[in-house]
C-alpha cells in the first residue's frame, strides 16, 4: 500500500495557485448550524409549540383526577395515551395506562389467589 508522503515543498507554500491540477476526493460533512448570543436568546424566549408546550403542575393534578375515574377516566386515558397533539400529555397517559395495566394484573392475581373471596367471607359479606 502506497503511502503519500507528507513533506513540504517550497512550491506548496507559495500564495499562487498551483499549476498542476490534482484531483482529490474529500467528503463534504454537513454544514453546521452557527449560532449567535442573540438568536439563541431570541429562541430561548419563543414559547414552544403545541406539540411540546409544557404541562403544569395543576395540568397533571387534574389529569390525574380525571384518569382516576373508573371507567371514563380510563378510556379518556387510553384515547390520549395515543391521540394526544401534546407528547408531554400523550407520555403521562401512557405513563398513567401502564399503572392502571399493572394494577388490573395484580388484582387479577389476587382474585386467582382467592383472597378476595377469603376477605368476603371475613367480612361475612359472603
Given at each position: 500500500m502506497a503511502t503519500k508522503?507528507?513533506?513540504t515543498t517550497k512550491a506548496s507554500r507559495s500564495?499562487?495557485?498551483a499549476t498542476t491540477t490534482r484531483k482529490t476526493?474529500?467528503?463534504r460533512t454537513p454544514a453546521r448550524k452557527t449560532t449567535t448570543a442573540r438568536s439563541a436568546a431570541m429562541a430561548s424566549t419563543e414559547a414552544p409549540d403545541g406539540e411540546y408546550r409544557p404541562i403544569s403542575m395543576w395540568g397533571y393534578f387534574g389529569w390525574e383526577i380525571?384518569?382516576?375515574i373508573p371507567v371514563i377516566g380510563w378510556i379518556i386515558c387510553v384515547g390520549q395515551a395515543f391521540c394526544a397533539n401534546n407528547r408531554n400529555l400523550r407520555n403521562f397517559a401512557r405513563s398513567q395506562f401502564c399503572w392502571l395495566i399493572l394494577w388490573l394484573i395484580w388484582i387479577c392475581v389476587l382474585a386467582g389467589l382467592g383472597v378476595f373471596t377469603s376477605l368476603f367471607t371475613a367480612f361475612g359479606w359472603i
Open positions: 508522503s507528507t513533506k500564495t499562487k495557485p476526493t474529500t467528503t380525571v384518569y382516576a
